[in-house]
């Protein structure tokens, strides 16, 4: 039998998953089988976002990349993922976690190398003057009160 839950309490299996990015082409399509169920949101949270995200086998969390204001933390529930960060890979089993300083230019990402689905919990905040530096890729983000924005590294914007 389901126990019927009220806020402040959520069943995260009840919210639903968001699939995909916001990045443009040719981007998008990288991280196309990514799925998030945005669980601060689903709870009323502001300040700071929490998301249960689903990375499917052969996909990537996102583009490797570092927020100039937003710390991030994640927290592998299930699966295996390999962290690939300036510094290298190193593989993430669950019950391990890993922290991302806001202003701390090391670029990060996670994949799924393995077989089976990797689920993690993510933490971070929505700092408004926040921009995000994608070290590998042509593109850069800047929250707006709209939502992220992306532009190339130059500021010119994606067509279509």
């Given at each position: 039998m389901a126990i019927k839950l009220k806020l402040p309490a959520?069943?995260?299996?009840?919210?639903?998953?968001?699939?995909?990015?916001?990045?443009?082409?040719?981007?998008?399509?990288r991280v196309s089988a990514r799925r998030k169920q945005r669980l601060g949101d689903a709870l009323g949270l502001k300040?700071?976002?929490?998301?249960?995200?689903?990375?499917?086998?052969?996909?990537v969390s996102a583009?490797?990349?570092?927020?100039?204001?937003e710390?991030?933390?994640?927290?592998?529930?299930?699966?295996?993922l390999v962290l690939?960060?300036?510094?290298?890979?190193?593989?993430?089993t669950p019950g391990m976690c890993a922290g991302f300083p806001?202003?701390?230019?090391?670029?990060?990402?996670?994949?799924?190398?393995?077989?089976?689905?990797?689920v993690y919990l993510e933490v971070g905040d929505r700092r408004p003057e926040d921009a995000v530096t994608y070290p590998d890729d042509d593109i850069a983000g800047r929250a707006?009160?709209?939502?992220?924005?992306?532009?190339?590294?130059d500021s010119t914007p994606y067509q279509g």
């Open positions: 959520i069943d995260p299996a009840a919210v639903p998953a968001v699939t995909g990015s916001r990045y443009p082409e040719p981007f998008r399509s300040n700071y976002g929490v998301n249960l995200t689903r990375i499917p086998p052969g996909a583009l490797r990349h570092w927020h100039s204001h710390d991030e933390f994640i927290y592998v529930v299930s699966g295996e690939v960060t300036n510094d290298g890979e190193q593989r993430l806001a202003g701390r230019a090391d670029g990060h990402c996670l994949v799924n190398r393995t077989q089976r689905d990797a707006t009160p709209q939502g992220r924005r992306f532009t190339r590294k």
